[in-house]
């Protein structure tokens, strides 16, 4: 657990519009450090749906997906980064660097879980 660092914060600010409580401790997912963070200090909730997704070009050239998702009480639940190549971000995004995208809330229960399958299974 650690506090939201202040970038963070920043690109939530205006993903979340005002709309959704931003909570100040995360927990950083294990996905190859890739960056993404979560809010269920507690690992007690679970995905709901996906409230914003978008993309971004890193600093490498390499796209990276990212989705922000809320629990089955309406908080927020994970911001997730998922680049393309599994690589480490080299930059973070800021809200004018990103193509927002429609959400997609098909089947999103299993997607973390899945993607997190998908990159244990990569080789070394």
Same mark, same amino acid.
């Given at each position: 657990m650690r506090p939201l660092k202040s970038i963070e914060l920043k690109l939530l600010e205006r993903l979340t519009n005002g709309q959704f409580d931003i909570p100040q401790m995360v927990?950083?997912?294990?996905? @190859?450090?890739? @960056? !993404?963070? !979560?809010?269920?200090?507690?690992?007690?909730?679970s995905r709901k749906r996906q409230i914003i997704s978008a993309e971004y070009i890193d600093k490498d050239g390499v796209l990276v997906d990212i989705e922000l998702t809320c629990d089955n009480n309406d908080k927020l639940f994970e911001l997730d980064f998922c680049k393309v190549d599994f690589s480490h971000l080299i930059s973070f995004p800021t809200y004018e660097s990103l193509k927002l995208k429609t959400p997609n809330n098909e089947n999103t229960k299993n997607k973390r879980s899945n993607r997190t399958k998908n990159f244990n299974q990569l080789p070394n």
């Open positions: 927990q950083e997912l294990n996905d @190859g450090k890739i @960056g !993404s963070i !979560s809010f269920d200090i507690e690992n007690s909730q």
